[in-house]
């Protein structure tokens, strides 16, 4: 799969830390900032990694900031984005298993290294059930597509 990653300076070291980790699943990693650790805000960089996924440049997305909220929020404003922040593997799975998300966020400043390679594992490892699951995930996707 290819892989969008992006955070702000919040989440700038946990990123760097998670793009070889994405890779060693033999994934292509699409890196879309920031670039050190300087100020970067994470709107900018949580729209833009939505954007690469609705727009099918990347087949996923993961993003990362201080708390994973920020930057949580801003990727989800972007139409047909379902970014769920983790904080457990369970929860990577589930939001797999259960909504489809097509995009994660984790928190650098609220989870460690390894936990937060059990989540990006569990989130690139599960697909989504299907089913009654499908049946709620596309109320989300009509509203999504109704509003302007
Ligand atoms: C940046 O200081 C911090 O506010 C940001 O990374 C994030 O935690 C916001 O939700």
Same mark, same amino acid.
């Given at each position: 799969?290819?892989?969008?990653?992006?955070?702000?300076?919040?989440?700038?070291?946990?990123?760097?830390?998670?793009?070889?980790?994405?890779?060693?699943?033999?994934?292509?990693?699409?890196?879309?900032?920031?670039?050190?650790?300087? +100020?970067?805000?994470?709107?900018?960089?949580?729209? &833009?990694? !939505? #954007?690469?996924? $609705?727009?099918? /440049?990347?087949?996923? @997305? %993961?993003?990362?900031?201080?708390?994973?909220?920020?930057?949580?929020?801003?990727?989800?404003?972007?139409?047909?984005?379902?970014?769920?922040?983790?904080?457990?593997?369970?929860?990577?799975?589930?939001? +797999?298993?259960?909504?489809?998300?097509?995009?994660? &966020?984790? !928190? #650098?400043?609220? $989870?460690?290294? /390894?936990?937060?390679? @059990? %989540?990006?594992?569990?989130?690139?490892?599960?697909?989504?059930?299907?089913?009654?699951?499908?049946?709620?995930?596309?109320?989300?996707?009509?509203?999504?597509?109704?509003?302007?």
């Amino acid at each position: 799969m290819k892989i969008a990653i992006a955070s702000d300076h919040g989440g700038f070291n946990l990123k760097e830390q998670l793009k070889k980790y994405v890779e060693s699943f033999g994934h292509e990693v699409i890196d879309l900032g920031c670039y050190s650790a300087d +100020r970067a805000d994470y709107p900018d960089h949580g729209i &833009a990694c !939505g #954007e690469a996924v $609705v727009k099918g /440049e990347a087949d996923r @997305g %993961i993003v990362v900031c201080g708390t994973g909220i920020g930057i949580s929020i801003a990727a989800n404003k972007v139409k047909g984005v379902r970014c769920a922040l983790c904080t457990d593997p369970v929860m990577a799975r589930l939001c +797999r298993e259960h909504n489809n998300a097509n995009m994660l &966020a984790i !928190g #650098e400043r609220i $989870v460690g290294i /390894e936990l937060a390679k @059990g %989540i990006v594992e569990a989130f690139l490892t599960t697909e989504a059930e299907g089913g009654r699951h499908a049946e709620r995930v596309a109320k989300i996707t009509a509203y999504d597509e109704a509003r302007q």
